[in-house]
């Protein structure tokens, strides 16, 4: 994972950490390789320029500490303000005052959303929660049979469309499955919704009419964070479109490069709640920031 961003940035940061004083031209040369890594790791431009600015501000302002000298002041710097650009502290799920809480995930066709909600209901149910995962993605031809198929691995209810009970109409599914959540006691209801292959008027609108049935009490963006900064324009389109909570990156294990987790944070103004990372149901975390900053940096 950020293979080469690691070794680009940790590269640039050992040849710093022995100065005993560091220039402004040293300062600056570091922060020019710094800012090239970050454009070939896909980062956003506005974030790259965020970042190289702070970074640089804040090495030349740096007091001279008795415990660090100048270049790992830097790396210290660098270090926290990675961990801003992916959200400072790792952000906790909203839980309804009154159960149920209802989870909705969004995202295009294909970013893992369907694998995401059995992974998501298996920990909270870790969690001590009672969850009820819910088929309304109608859009994909296997996508109801795929929850159903993780839901029994995971032994977690599966709320689907039955003959006479919604067929068709997601926002049917996700209404009389509300219902059958607080008739059994469930406490948190996942709603898996249809993505198309791109940005599309009519997934919008289904998404939106789907959350006004359900009133989400959080809204998760589900990426693929192997596309990049692309998944992170889809991103903010949904957030724009239908309105947002967090973002979920997945497919974290795949991407090699970083851009749309080093950006997605910044460019949406949403915080990454959770990381999925691989097939398996327990390939699955709460998002840290710190600790992927940590791994960035080796
Ligand atoms: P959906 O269309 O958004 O519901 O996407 P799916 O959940 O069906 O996922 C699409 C494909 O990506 C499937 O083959 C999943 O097994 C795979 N997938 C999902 N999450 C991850 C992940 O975190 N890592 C990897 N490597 N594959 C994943």
Known sequence: MFATLSDRLTGILTKLRSKGRLTDADIDAAAREIRLALLEAD???????????????RARGAEVSQALNPGQQ???IVHEELIGILGGEARRLQFAKQPPTVIMLAGLQGSGKTTLAG?????LREQGHQPLLVAADLQRPNAVNQLQVLGERANLEVYAPQPGNGVG???????DALDHARRQARDIVIVDTAGRLGVDAEMMAQAAAIRDATSPDETLFVIDA????DAVTTAEAFRDGVGITGVVLAKLDGDARGGAALSVRHVTGQPILFASTGEKLDDFDVFHPDRLAGRILG
């Open 119 to 123: 992974k998501l209901g298996r920990w």
């Open 226 to 229: 192997m596309v990049g900064q």
């Open 43 to 57: 980062v956003a431009l506005p974030v790259v320029r965020v970042f190289i600015n702070a970074v640089k501000e």
């Open 74 to 76: 830097v790396i210290k």
């Open 169 to 175: 109409d997601p926002v049917q599914v996700a209404r």
